[in-house]
């Protein structure tokens, strides 16, 4: 038999998070952000549950053209742009959609061969710092954008890097309005926008985390009442039940002693199956829909679970890591990162099963 650890897709989210979404935005198009191979799910197994978006956006060309040759005939967002001016010919081929960041990129445009001008993001650096045009330079390079025969369409695109915590979009928002580009097509909000900026919809919104169920703040509480679904369950199985005396140390380091007499068990899964090897004693997980905690260090293949609270547990109990019951959030809160990390961190050695 092989090792009892899966990951579960669970394609019903998808569909409901999407419908979700759309209610929040309302007129705004959706690009549905699918980089990093779906956040871990696979973009070969999610993208046609998808197909009711209105584009995605993405990283990789190799993704692009996958799209393309499984049939999308949509848009589609390379979010980075592109990386070399021979990759202007693949996003004339594929009918892509580039992010433009740099002069150079703009430069490479105006020189290319291409049988159609291409639609541009034009991107604004609104404060992260990260890419993009500055604020004082902006108006003269859509100017100059706009010149280039080589371009179809230019959409203004910046990126928030406060949308999910106190500070909010504000400032940056305010560096947008200053720029007074209200005949170009806008596209601001990520997913934290999505959910609690409602003024930043504009014209396009590019959710990420939400479409997988997860927290733009990475805290679970701060999307509790909006009514998304988790799109993937890490479960696996008790493979081995201790009972140990008081005093008693567990796992490598022997970071955790037991208080009191206590039932332990053995879970197959670990740090190279894409668990948190930084996870405390008292990470949340299920067993058989109990919800305990983990015990000690978490192993290369192994974590112990507290059975304290489930004294039916046994070998072959049902152990959930994250999912449905227990959200990512919550584990990848208590290990001190967030569940984008989580999701996209699913080792290649977990089977894979979509539902």
């Not at 779906?38 to 973009?43: E, R, V």
């Not at 956006?57 to 848009?75: C, H, S, T």
């Not at 504000?170 to 409602?198: C, E, I, Y």
């Not at 919800?291 to 959930?320: N, Y």
Request: net charge negative; aromatic share 8%; glycine share 8%.
């Amino acid at each position: 038999m092989p090792r009892p650890i899966l990951a579960t897709i669970h394609l019903d989210a998808f569909r409901h998070n999407l419908a979700v979404i759309r209610q929040r935005v309302g007129n705004s198009k959706v690009w549905s952000v699918v980089k990093a191979n779906a956040y871990g799910h696979g973009l070969d197994r999610i993208w046609q549950v998808l197909m009711q978006t209105d584009g995605f956006a993405l990283l990789d060309m190799n993704e692009a053209i996958y799209l393309r040759e499984q049939g999308w005939q949509g848009p589609i967002l390379l979010l980075e742009g592109f990386f070399k001016p021979a990759d202007l010919q693949i996003i004339n081929e594929y009918r892509l959609t580039t992010a433009v960041h740099s002069h150079w990129q703009l430069e490479e445009i105006e020189k290319a061969r291409l049988d159609n001008p291409i639609d541009i993001y034009l991107k604004l650096n609104s404060g992260m710092n990260r890419l993009g045009f500055t604020p004082e330079e902006y108006p003269q390079v859509v100017l100059m954008a706009e010149g280039v025969k080589n371009i179809n369409s230019v959409t203004l695109m910046t990126h928030f890097a406060n949308s999910d915590n106190e500070v909010g979009v504000d400032g940056q928002f305010a560096v947008v309005k200053r720029l007074q580009m209200n005949t170009l097509p806008h596209s601001l909000a990520n997913s934290g926008a999505v959910l609690w900026h409602p003024k930043t919809h504009g014209s396009w919104v590019r959710p990420g985390i939400i479409l997988y169920g997860a927290s733009p703040s990475g805290k679970w509480r701060d999307i509790a009442d909006v009514g998304l679904k988790s799109t993937m369950t890490l479960q696996s199985e008790i493979i081995a039940v201790h009972e140990l005396p008081k005093g008693d140390k567990i796992g490598y380091g022997s970071r955790y002693t037991t208080q009191q007499p206590m039932r332990v068990g053995t879970v197959a899964c670990g740090y190279a199956d894409g668990y948190p090897r930084h996870a405390p004693t008292g990470t949340p997980v299920m067993v058989d829909g109990v919800r305990t905690q983990l015990l000690g260090a978490i192993s290369m293949d192994m974590l112990t679970v507290d059975l304290t609270l489930c004294p039916q547990a046994d070998v072959g109990s049902i152990v959930e890591l994250w999912g449905k019951n227990l959200p990512v959030d919550e584990v990848a809160e208590s290990a001190g990162t967030i569940g984008y990390e989580l999701l996209c961190a699913l080792a290649k050695r977990v089977p894979v099963i979509v539902d």
